[in-house]
Every structure is written in structure tokens, then in C-alpha cells.
């Protein structure tokens, strides 16, 4: 099992840029695929960005790409997102989440962290 503590949200001004961090507990946090997902008022939770293990592989939804980077350090047991180019409609709680496999990352990781606001002004 994995615990997640997401960090690094904020008030940030349309265009700037942000990096969430999540810092998960556990030996085995390097053996996880890590995902990104958030939620804004009254919509349903979406898949954000993901990237396995080995930092190999990484996946974007299509409204991000080009302006969010997953990395991770699995020396220091955390994945970031970098944000760019920030939009009002990025305006959402972020979450990570966790699975062993990177094909499932996407649609139903097995562990999620709490959550952190992130609020981008026009």
C-alpha cells in the first residue's frame, strides 16, 4: 500500500506556471506508475497525465499537451507536474494517484492522494 500527499497548489495569473509535487510513503514507490488527475466545480474527475516506473512512458490528455510535464524522482519518492501556460479552465483540485500498472493509471488507479486546489485568474 501507498500513501500520497500532494503539494505546490495556488492562486497563479493566466499564463504563468506552477509544479505540484507528490510525495508518496513506502520501499515501493518506485514501482508504481504515477498519475495526474483533476476535478473542477461541478464536473467529473479527468485524467490529467501519467508516467511509469521508469519514467519511459508518459501520457496526456490532449488539453494539456505541450504546456504539463510529469517527471518523477524515485530516488526522493515524489512525481511532479509541471504546469505552463496556465488557463482559467485548468482552474480544478489536482490529484495523484498510483497504480502498478501503467495501462490502468488512466482509468482506475488503485490509490489516490487527497488533493491539492489549484486556481488560475483570467
Known amino acids: 500500500q501507498v500513501q500520497l500527499i500532494e503539494s505546490g497548489g495556488g492562486l497563479v495569473q493566466a499564463g504563468g506556471s506552477l509544479r505540484l509535487s507528490c510525495t508518496g510513503t513506502?520501499?515501493?514507490?518506485?514501482?508504481?506508475?504515477m498519475g495526474w488527475f483533476r476535478q473542477a466545480p461541478g464536473k467529473e474527475r479527468e485524467f490529467v497525465a501519467a508516467i511509469s516506473w521508469t519514467s519511459d512512458n508518459t501520457r496526456y490528455a490532449d488539453s494539456v499537451k505541450g504546456r504539463f510535464t510529469a517527471s518523477r524522482d524515485n530516488a526522493k519518492n515524489t512525481v511532479y507536474l509541471q504546469m505552463n501556460s496556465l488557463k482559467p479552465e485548468d482552474t480544478a483540485v489536482y490529484y495523484c494517484a498510483a497504480d502498478w500498472y501503467f495501462n490502468q493509471i488512466a482509468t482506475s488507479p488503485k490509490y489516490w492522494g487527497q488533493g491539492t486546489q489549484v486556481t488560475v485568474s483570467s
Open positions: 513506502g520501499r515501493t514507490f518506485s514501482n508504481y506508475a
